[in-house]
């Protein structure tokens, strides 16, 4: 019969066994953190204390049954499992301070107070320079958002941001801000949304004080206005944007705008707005290429401690095409989902969490099918002559497009092409540099390529 001490020693045993199945995340997250505290030898049930509410529901679920059958085959000890509570109930309002560092709740009906307490001040302070990851699509963005940080009213006035949602506008927005309050602590700062803008000016018209409202805007240093777009069509709104703008630009003050189009393509804008919108700087930021793409996601999974395969690493950069808020998502329910089952991060783990947030987006198989089914079309050669060892000259050439076609739709990496392709990532990036420099000594064969590519793609 064991008894508790040799019941400490066995699960000691029987814990180290699971090590290697999971991440030490996960290990240290689940079978690290529960501790057999009671032993019945006649009902041979082991009781295991855990200090987390959280925790209790998913250990029954999940790893109940896996820690009875390895105690069977480490040890061949039967033995029923239990799990019991023995931490303090959790303070949910405790817990969410930890998590967001608001004091309390922010509701819709707190966007009406926004020039009693800012929000940028409340859960926008971790957005920074030194955090915005770099990339082609948005260089140019963040350099001149630093700029206007260090120089505020000198350069880049008014500054106009525009990109699709979630490629970092609001974050170097947010970035700016802290750098102000870090370097120009007297400065006078204001970020807000056009919904904030509206909402507070809706409350102040119901109080018949615009005063207060016109004061509180016109009186800042640096005025930051988020999500403008939502400007179009709201002849009222248009009209207190304009004045502020006015107000602010004659005294020297500083603005920035950032909206999800440039200003032309709001509609309907007055014509007096639209042209103080581009009296100034106007920078795009796209969405992320595969590079930034990669380099996210790295600095995600670095920042959660979790361990990425380059399989998985690559499967997220090449589908996850949209915006970087998606890949967040991903990566965070992907680490969600491994500390609660308890497993390794693979590839199948990946294709199953990913599935929902792709939504109406084409899976990649499906546009490698489309550029086959092109180069087929137009130059009458099948997928299996691609893809085959065939070298005359014909093939060769509807190769070289097929790669150059499959690298710049799916963005995906040379070593990927080439196993599409069965070549090696030399020969595809080769056949790359071949096509793109014939596009650049023949503006015919350049064009010609573009509406192939707009025909595989629809736009």
Known sequence: MAYPDEIKEIWEMVKESFRGECSSTAFELWYGAIVPADFDPVLNEITFDTESEFKLPLLEKNYKT??????????????SVLFRFVGKPVDAEALRRRVTGISTPVTASDNSSVPEDNPISAHR???????FIEGESNRFARAVCMQVAAKP??????????????????????????ELRRQRPNTKVIYTTMVEFVNYMVKCISKNDMESFRNYYRSCDVLLLDDVQFIAGKESTQLEVFNTFQALFDEGKQIILASDRPPKDINPLEERLRSRFEQGLLADINPP???????????KAEYLSIDLPDEVLSYLAENLRSN???IEGSIKKLTAKSLVDGRKISLEMAKDCISDLLGDTEPLNVTIDKIFAAVYKKYSISKEDLIGKKRNKEIAYARHITIYLLREITEMSFPNIGKVINKDSSTVQSSCNIIKTRMAREPLFASDMENLQ????GR
Request: proline share 3%; hydrophobic share 40%.
């Open 66 to 79: 896996k820690i009875e059958e390895r105690f069977a085959t480490v040890a061949g000890m039967e033995v």
């Open 125 to 131: 302070a971790k957005y920074t320079f030194d955090n």
């Open 153 to 178: 009213y000198d350069v880049h006035n008014p500054l106009f941001l525009y990109g699709p949602s979630g490629v970092g506008k609001t974050h170097l927005m947010c970035a700016v801000v802290n």
């Open 289 to 299: 290429d595969m590079e930034l793409r990669v380099a996210i996601i790295r600095k």
């Open 324 to 326: 970087i808020r998606q």
């Open 454 to 457: 707009r025909d595989i793609t």
